[in-house]
Antibody, heavy 126, light 106 residues
Framework: QVQLQESGPGLVKPSQTLSLTCTVSGGSISSGSYYWSWIRQPAGKGLEWIGRIYTSGSTNYNPSLKSRVTISVDTSKNQFSLKLNSVTAADTAVYYC??????????????????WGQGTLVTVSS | SYELTQPLSVSVALGQTARITCGGN??????VHWYQQKPGQAPVLVIYRDNNRPSGIPERFSGSNSGNTATLTISRAQAGDEADYYCQVWDSSTGVFGGGTKLTVL
């Protein structure tokens, strides 16, 4: 079964760029026509979808973060990555990666997130 | 942007039925998905497409969706069901989560 694992620095300075990678194991990132997402959760708060990528490179981003986010994919390494620039303390959170299964009907598509990685805490502090 | 509203907390007696609601404008026209998150763990999908259970999720978990409200129902609640629960929809090419509901099993 597919498993996801986040990796990257746990501490980032304000105004710098947060960079994380999600490694997919147990299957090819290119198989099954899936999107792949990043989601975050500040301590004690709810979940916030950041954005997603298809293996073709097509992306969608949360409008509230779009100006600062870039998601990319490396199919040769079975990985996809997140870059969030100009970070502040408000970006401190646990960051999760997840696979997006979906269902399309009548011209509309609906996606959910399964499975998820275990998450990685990123703290923004000087 | 689309918004989902969940109660902050729900309590249920051991062995009874818990219902967690998720409100949104005409949410019945969307597919609603539900996640369970226990402290220190990643969320786990418990219901997808309104009322479908992934493999390994007990039959005690069920879902419904109509009008402006979707509902996650947990029958015969157990101590192990105590967790935060989040609803989620897909709207305008964006993933949207509810604020989450803390379920307490008394």
């Amino acid at each position: 079964q597919v498993q996801l694992q986040e990796s990257g620095p746990g501490l980032v300075k304000p105004s710098q760029t947060l960079s994380l990678t999600c490694t997919v194991s147990g299957g090819s990132i290119s198989s099954g026509s899936y999107y792949w997402s990043w989601i975050r959760q500040p301590a004690g708060k709810g979940l916030e979808w950041i954005g997603r990528i298809y293996t073709s490179g097509s992306t969608n981003y949360n409008p509230s973060l779009k100006s600062r986010v870039t998601i990319s994919v490396d199919t040769s390494k079975n990985q996809f990555s997140l870059k969030l620039n100009s970070v502040t303390a408000a970006d401190t959170a646990v960051y999760y990666c997840a696979r997006d299964p979906g269902y399309c009907s009548g011209g509309s598509c609906f996606y959910w997130f399964d499975p998820w990685g275990q998450g990685t805490l990123v703290t923004v502090s000087s | 942007s689309y918004e989902l509203t969940q109660p902050l907390s729900v309590s249920v007696a051991l062995g009874q039925t818990a219902r967690i609601t998720c409100g949104g404008n005409n949410i019945g026209s969307k597919n609603v998905h539900w996640y369970q998150q226990k402290p220190g763990q990643a969320p786990v999908l418990v219901i997808y497409r309104d009322n479908n259970r992934p493999s390994g999720i007990p039959e005690r978990f069920s879902g419904s969706n109509s009008g402006n409200t979707a509902t996650l129902t947990i029958s015969r609640a157990q101590a192990g069901d105590e967790a935060d629960y989040y609803c989620q929809v897909w709207d305008s090419s964006t993933g949207v989560f509810g604020g989450g509901t803390k379920l307490t099993v008394l």
